[in-house]
């Protein structure tokens, strides 16, 4: 029927009934006509209104823009497309907005907001020209047309279709459909092959008629089979097709309008029965077409990026935006660290570990980057590495995150060569922090990161460049090289973390043993263990989000990163979140097709789901099949139809059995034969290589120029140059793969002889580490069996020997096992004989890693290896040091340990009697005392250094000797100390000789009595004292000779700073042991509970992560009686190697193995926190069963803990003794006030308030009132003024229930609660809280 509209004439392909309700006479319009009519004349031609109405009909926009059309052809804002003529092209800004237009009209039709019916350009008014939002002037019933029947898609797509006919092209009106339903009818052929799966399109249609929407989702997985194509339709789609583009329009409008009156002719409810294939099915098609426009004009509405006609993969995260959100959720926590609640259970962890894992391909990397944009947008720092499958330098992937962390801060500042003036604000704060690092740690860690050295400022580099670890072999120097490093990485991430920071590690199924170790030390955070009320000059708060990506599928649980990850996941205070990118959907592969192809979605579907199929939805698997098809011309871009063509039947019959890597293969198959080998030769080194490197071998394996060749992969999109320049690599290591896997075994050997041969040959003997390392990895893939010349062989091992102990000092004890075993197995027969000190070198150094890794058994062999062959004594002495190493650290294995070190010593010349009698103790004692006393403590500094060797190897068998003496509680203890300060007066000064006399001092103060002496000899060891030897000087000096002289308080500094210049000097035992002595005191000493809550659980890891199993077992009792004290279910989860966690189990494992101080502590807190909670009963049965016990096993040493045995054993015997009388308790409680009138004449600051509590007690249990609440008050005073806030809570306690006895009850009340007030102030919670209690 005709419709007659403001003049104009044209021809709907509706129904009579359905068009009888346009003539019916539209509302009023709001809108006055007049005033937008005078508002768009008075625009000059070529120009928009400076400002258009806010509310104007659809037909009045369009003619405005009609009429400003430009027409010049030089203005970028015209459509680029091709058209007929210079003035039928289109403004791009116009088509944009009448896509936003489209869409507001197909979301309302979707809606039924209207009907068909209300479909026309009069009946349509833009109410906001700034969104151009719509509405209808008139509206009819919703979801039925005109007679009542239920909606048809078919019918309002058709309706839309013409409508944006005439939007699109400016107001041109549709040609007229052909009436072509009978003719399509005669042909019987295709109504059979129609009919035959009519009852599927039907159950189609029907719901469809009867309003019955599908979701999204099943829409997108529906896909019509093939039809047969009907010409006049075809016909009718290229008509219209072409009558748009001779206007100027796009191809994505040309085809989405074609596609919506694809089926204007079909006039009854046969619906998708006869449509054409590309006919728009429903509303949400259309929509989907709209929306891509919309949100990406670029690619979807101009064309713009089909300029090559090809799939083109855009860098870009693909539908993962849930998971996303995730990780952005873990990042958000790590900000939260420093403002935490402390008493809150789910209070943000203080370290946040996310994990991404997955399949090759998956797009993990990807994945991380886009959420490192999102975050550095936030202020964030962003450092990452990529590990590879070939062995580099240890840790040289996680340095270079470092450097180039650094170099881009220097980069952006803009400096040039001037590094002295920084205005930049994060490089100055940097810098201030760096500050409180030591010149020899800054010169270490510029000495590792290069561009770290310009942010520093020049004076804080000494001249001397040091190094991580001495020369000498040594298993001390490699622990606390090891040590050392992890200390100083975990000051510079504090130091570069007062913004948050992300450190991404990625394919860290690839890390090397020394990376993961860093890692774990960092997760651990190394560095902060003493909170900052104990710490100076600490750099502050760490903001770091650990970042690791692995190939799930390659990751087995004995692999050492599951095992690194498992242990992560135990820590209480750190937050191991896994994400696992799986597969992309259906829909997901669609939306990377679509935009690939830069096609709409509804027409890349039969497409996607065949690659779906074939890729299971691998990112990078999607991309290279795309790619392949394109080149088999399985994919192609058709010019004349301007679409995209593709066979499904080809598709579909193409077989993939080996996933990406055949398609890879097949790409690289077509290269030229020396471009593949040039790829051949990079994939030799790794999935990247250093061009230093390359540019020694550019003309190997018969190429003349290999980096001339790598031209042309590059840009195809297989390598690529790193962001410096200085490496190139390939893109994706599954490429690095496929090149790989293409060398045949014996290519493969011929190659790598020839390249490192040429690359030994080409560098020097003083070559840079990274190449060093690089030919060794090279050297080491021919193998023995490739070196048949024995001279080649002695190279290959020497190379060997030397990349060992480079890995050793790094420390990378995984990498060095490689090196060594390697070094090895390319010795011949008779190599003792022919290469004695390359053989003596490699077994004895293979020895110390096989201890370092715990191969037990393996070092055994080696270290035999080294005794059955070595020539002479001193050969034998380092695998001997490995040996007492290895036994001392087993508890079993201390007393072998000992008895090895006396025949080492004796061959030394320094012998011991079989016992150690007290006599022979003193005679030794005194007769050092006086050779010591002649000199003065200034002058003792000026004795001369060592120079006898065997006395110098002596010395440091004494110290280990020291150490096993200290943990056994042995009686040779004096002997070993007087040993050391003899040989030092005697042959010279030994950089350890200041241990020696500090242990002399507390040996001569514990067997004489004589606190004092001892005190006065500790200032010999002040005196000769040096920053490196600081650990375990003040460890025996002020951990335990002026722990009797002076306040206790004032000692813990001391035990702080000598365990922060441990760490610092990479000193792991004796920093580790200041730790646990200053846990001891502190807790004791009556330290805050909140600060020690924190410092504790810290240590613990420590001592889980550098195995210090003895250690944990000493302090894990003081942290459960923190928790017991404070109040909060916190378990401990770092276990040791015997994994006791509870009191009990601790104590029966410390008496198995003889490790009695840590019995005795277990025994000390176990009657503490029971008696502190009036646990008298339990208390009473501890003491009964230990107190002797301990008693009669005393050491030659006073221990500190003895202190509190004494002190809580009596009170707990007074206790009983009132109660239930017995003579034992009261001699248990008189020997205890014996021995602290004994102390409390050496340091009354210490030991007055716990004698004069123990004698109140003691009056109170006599029924000596007067003299009890006398006592009691001085106690009470005396706790006060030395600063015990603890024991004064427990003296008013006790005073309280004294008084309560003798029935003055206000004043016992008054007493209690300043207990808890006391018990408060210390942060014992639970503890107050109970007493207030009681008052109830």
């Not at 403004?91 to 197909?106: G, I, W």
């Not at 979801?143 to 058709?158: F, M, S």
């Not at 193409?654 to 890879?664: F, K, M, P, Y």
């Not at 001369?944 to 042995?970: D, G, R, V, W």
Request: with cysteine; glycine share 6%; charged share 25%.
């Amino acid at each position: 029927s005709s419709l007659s509209t403001s003049g104009r004439s044209w021809t709907c392909g509706l129904s009579q009934s359905m068009t009888s309700r346009f003539h019916q006479p539209l509302r009023p319009q709001r809108h006055n006509n007049s005033l937008i009519q005078k508002s768009l004349l008075s625009s000059p031609a070529g120009k928009f209104p400076t400002v258009l109405p806010h509310r104007m009909p659809l037909r009045d926009w369009i003619t405005h823009y009609a009429k400003n059309r430009p027409v010049d052809e030089g203005t970028s804002n015209v459509s680029s497309w091709r058209g007929p003529s210079q003035h039928s092209k289109v403004d791009k800004k116009y088509l944009e907005q009448c896509v936003q237009v489209a869409l507001s009209l197909a979301t309302k039709m979707d809606n039924q907001l209207s009907g068909v019916q209300d479909v026309t350009l009069d009946n349509i008014v833009i109410v906001n020209t700034r969104n151009r939002e719509t509405d209808f002037v008139k509206r009819s019933s919703n979801g039925t047309d005109t007679v009542g029947h239920p909606r048809n898609q078919r019918l309002e797509i058709c309706a839309l279709g013409r409508l944006f006919y005439e939007l699109f092209s400016q107001g041109s009106s549709p040609p007229p459909p052909k009436n072509a339903h009978q003719d399509s009818l005669q042909d019987s052929n295709a109504f059979n092959r129609a009919a035959t799966n009519s009852s599927k399109f039907f159950g189609r249609i029907s719901m469809n008629v009867d309003g019955d929407e599908n979701t999204e989702e099943e829409e997108v997985q529906q896909s019509r089979p093939q039809r047969r194509r009907r010409e006049n339709s075809r016909d009718r789609e290229q008509s219209i097709s072409a009558l748009l583009d001779g206007k100027g329009l796009p191809s994505s409008i040309c085809r989405m309008v074609a596609d919506m009156l694809e089926n204007e002719s079909i006039k009854d409810d046969t619906g998708g029965l006869f449509c054409h294939d590309n006919a728009m099915a429903t509303i949400r098609d259309l929509m989907g077409d709209l929306k891509q426009m919309v949100d990406n004009p670029k690619s979807f509405l101009h064309d713009s990026l089909l300029a090559s006609w090809k799939p083109v993969i855009v860098d870009k995260m693909y539908c993962r935006d849930v998971e996303l959100q995730h990780a952005l959720g873990v990042a958000g926590r790590v900000s939260q660290v420093g403002n935490q609640v402390e008493e809150l259970d789910d209070s943000p962890k203080a370290h946040e570990v996310l994990m991404v894992s997955g399949y090759a391909g998956s797009g993990k990397s990807r994945f991380v980057r886009e959420l490192s944009i999102k975050l550095e947008k936030k202020g964030w720092r962003y450092l990452s590495c990529k590990f590879d499958r070939v062995k580099s330098r240890p840790l040289s992937f996680i340095i270079s995150a470092f450097d180039r962390f650094f170099a881009k801060l220097l980069n952006d500042s803009n400096l040039g060569d001037n590094y002295v003036e920084i205005d930049n604000v994060d490089l100055r704060e940097i810098r201030k922090r760096l500050e409180s690092f030591s010149n020899e740690n800054i010169s270490i860690l510029c000495h590792l990161i290069p561009n770290l050295r310009h942010i520093v400022s020049e004076k804080e580099l000494p001249c001397e460049t040091y190094q991580l670890s001495g020369g000498q072999f040594d298993f001390a120097d490699t622990e606390a090289s090891k040590a050392r490093l992890h200390h100083l990485f975990g000051l510079l991430v504090k130091a570069i973390s007062q913004k948050p920071v992300i450190l991404f590690l990625d394919d860290l199924h690839w890390a090397d043993e020394a990376s993961l170790d860093l890692m774990m030390a960092l997760i651990h955070g190394i560095g902060k263990e003493i909170s900052e009320e104990t710490t100076i000059d600490a750099p502050g708060e760490a903001y770091m989000l650990f970042v690791g990506s692995f190939r799930s599928n390659e990751v087995a649980g004995s692999d050492p990163l599951a095992i690194s990850l498992k242990h992560a996941e135990q820590l209480s205070d750190v937050t191991l979140t896994e994400i696992s990118l799986n597969g992309l959907s259906c829909i997901d592969v669609n939306v990377m097709v679509s935009e690939a192809l830069c096609y709409p979605h509804r027409l890349t579907r039969t497409l996607s789901n065949l690659i779906h199929q074939k890729s299971t939805g691998n990112p990078l698997f999607i991309k290279e099949i795309l790619h392949d098809l394109a080149v088999e011309n399985l994919l192609n871009y058709s010019l004349s139809s301007r679409k995209w063509q593709w066979d499904e039947d080809l598709i579909q019959a193409r077989t993939v059995s080996d996933g990406v890597a055949e398609i890879l293969t097949r790409r690289l198959l077509r290269l030229p034969e020396s471009v593949l080998t040039a790829l051949r030769v990079l994939s030799i080194f790794g999935s990247e290589v250093p061009m230093q490197v390359l540019s020694h071998v550019r003309d190997v394996c018969g190429i003349p120029d290999i980096i001339a060749e790598l031209e042309r992969p590059t840009k195809e999109g297989l390598i690529q140059r790193t962001t410096g320049g200085d490496a190139v690599g390939f893109v994706h290591d599954m490429i690095h793969h496929a090149v790989d896997i293409g060398i045949n075994p014996e290519a493969r050997t011929s190659m790598l002889k020839e390249i490192s041969e040429t690359l030994l040959v080409r560098t020097s003997e003083d070559r840079a580490d990274a190449i060093s390392f690089i030919l060794v990895d090279l050297i080491n893939r021919v193998g023995p069996s490739g070196a048949l010349s024995p001279v080649d062989r002695i190279c290959y091992a020497n190379l060997n020997l030397v990349a060992g102990e480079k890995a050793i000092q790094t420390p990378d004890y995984g990498s060095a096992n490689t090196y060594l075993e390697s070094g090895i197995s390319f010795l011949e027969r008779g190599h003792w004989r022919d290469n004695y000190n390359l053989s003596l070198h490699l077994f004895k150094k293979s020895a110390f890693v096989q201890h370092a890794q715990g191969e037990t058994e393996l070092m055994m062999a080696r270290i035999n290896e080294v005794l059955n062959n070595a020539r002479n004594f001193n050969d034998k002495l380092d695998s001997l040091n490995v040996l007492i190493q290895s036994l001392s650290l087993d508890a079993n294995s201390v007393s072998s340990a000992f008895n090895q070190s006396l025949m080492v010593l004796e061959h030394l010349g320094e012998s011991f009697p079989s016992t150690a009698e007290n006599e022979f103790i003193g005679r030794e004692l005194i007769d050092v005392k006086n050779k010591l006393e002649k000199y003065v403590p200034s002058s003792i500094s000026k004795i001369p250094p060592m120079k006898n060797e065997n006395k110098i190897k002596a010395i440091n068998f004494l110290l280990m000797m020291t150490i096993q003496c200290y943990q056994q509680k042995s009686r040779f203890f004096p002997l070993v100390a007087a040993r050391i300060v003899s040989i030092t007066l005697q042959y010279g000064m030994h950089e350890k000789s200041a241990f020696g006399f500090c242990s002399f001092a507390l040996s001569y103060a514990t067997v004489f009595k004589d606190m004092s002496k001892g005190y006065k000899l500790g200032k010999y060891a002040l005196a000769i004292t040096t920053s490196k030897n600081i650990p375990e000087v003040y460890l025996m000096l002020y951990g335990g000779v002026n722990i009797w002289k002076e306040p206790v308080q004032a000692i813990l500094p001391e035990l702080t700073h000598a365990y922060k210049i441990g760490m610092e000097a990479g000193n792991i035992t004796f920093s580790m042991l200041n730790s646990t002595v200053y846990v001891y005191r502190a807790f004791f000493s009556g330290s805050k509970l909140s600060s020690l809550s924190k410092e504790v659980p810290s240590f613990l890891r420590l001592y889980s992560l550098y195995k210090r199993h003895t250690l944990h077992m000493c302090v894990t009792p003081i942290n459960n009686a923190i928790i017991s004290l404070v109040g909060r279910n916190r378990p401990v989860v770092w276990e040791n190697k015997y994994g006791t966690k509870d009191d009990d189990e601790i104590l029966a494992k410390a008496l198995e193995i003889q490790e009695l101080n840590v019995g005795e502590t277990v025994v000390v807190c176990k009657m503490m926190y029971n008696f502190i909670f009036r646990n008298l009963d339990e208390a009473e049965t501890v003491a009964q069963q230990y107190l002797e016990f301990f008693e009669r096993h005393d050491s030659a040493l006073l221990n500190f803990i003895n202190i509190y045995r004494y002190f809580y054993g009596g009170l707990i015997a007074l206790g009983r003794f009132r109660k239930n009388g017995g003579q034992f308790w009261m001699d248990i409680g008189e020997r205890s006030i014996s021995q602290f009138e004994a102390w409390n004449t050496e340091c009354e600051w210490n030991f007055q308030n716990k004698l004069l509590l123990l004698q109140a007690e003691l009056h109170f249990t006599k029924n000596e009132v007067t003299e009890a609440e006398h006592t009691y008050n001085l106690a009470i005073s005396s706790s006060k003024d030395h600063r015990f806030v603890h024991e004064q809570g427990l003296s008013c306690e006790l005073a309280g229930i004294f008084y309560r006895t003798t029935r003055r009850k206000e004043h016992s009340m008054s007493l209690i609660r300043q207990a808890a007030e006391c018990y408060t102030s210390w942060g014992a919670h639970e503890k107050a809280n109970a007493l207030l209690l009681s008052l109830e």
